[in-house]
């Protein structure tokens, strides 16, 4: 036939010689796919502080209460006599001050094959690029480095016991990035923002 020869492929039927372990596929589950498959990632479970507490004073509350009638003092100065503006200023002072008074509960954290468990909710390996292990005094924190630019860290706070086996965990999903607080993550934690 002629039309062989302008044809870019060519038929060859399945007991071809050609195509020898290509049908055969059923044969191979043996040993050799078990060795291709990844090895099972660990669980790890633990239970910790939501966060540590840092205890503030009757200073650090008055402190709270000037700053915050300064600077609704200065946004209603400044943004032409806007009274919902400074309201707005003492609330969220106000907020700080409650938030700050609030006593860490104890959290139960987990490591699944599909991610950070805090509590009830689960935080996906595929949001984050990474995690860092960060040193903070009384207990230590794993924070999962998101993708994304606007999407938090999640931090859970461990004992210094717990390391190497929520590292392990973690380093079967995630690639470790030494990393430390910046500015402004040291001043929320300080006022426990």
Do not use: C
């Not at 998101?146 to 210094?160: C, G, H, N, T, W």
């Amino acid at each position: 036939m002629a039309e062989d020869e302008n044809t870019p492929w060519q038929y060859k039927p399945d007991d071809s010689p050609d195509d020898e372990g290509v049908g055969d596929r059923d044969d191979d589950d043996g040993p050799a796919q078990e060795e291709d498959r990844p090895a099972k990632s660990k669980n790890f479970s633990w239970e910790a502080s939501e966060f540590i507490e840092h205890p503030h004073g009757t200073g650090w509350y008055m402190m709270l209460v000037i700053s915050t009638l300064l600077l609704s003092a200065i946004v209603y100065f400044v943004s032409s006599r806007d009274i919902a503006a400074a309201i707005i200023i003492v609330f969220l002072g106000i907020a700080v001050g409650l938030f700050a008074k609030r006593k860490p509960a104890v959290a139960k954290y987990e490591i699944t094959s599909s991610g950070l468990k805090v509590n009830e909710k689960l935080y996906r390996y595929g949001d984050y690029k990474s995690f860092a292990m960060i040193d903070e005094g009384a207990l230590s924190s794993v924070n999962l480095i998101p993708l994304k630019r606007f999407l938090p860290p999640v931090s859970a706070y461990f004992e210094d016991k717990d390391e190497k086996e929520i590292t392990d965990a973690l380093g079967d999903h995630l690639p470790y990035e030494p990393r430390k607080l910046d500015m402004v993550e040291r001043l929320s934690r300080r006022l426990r923002l």
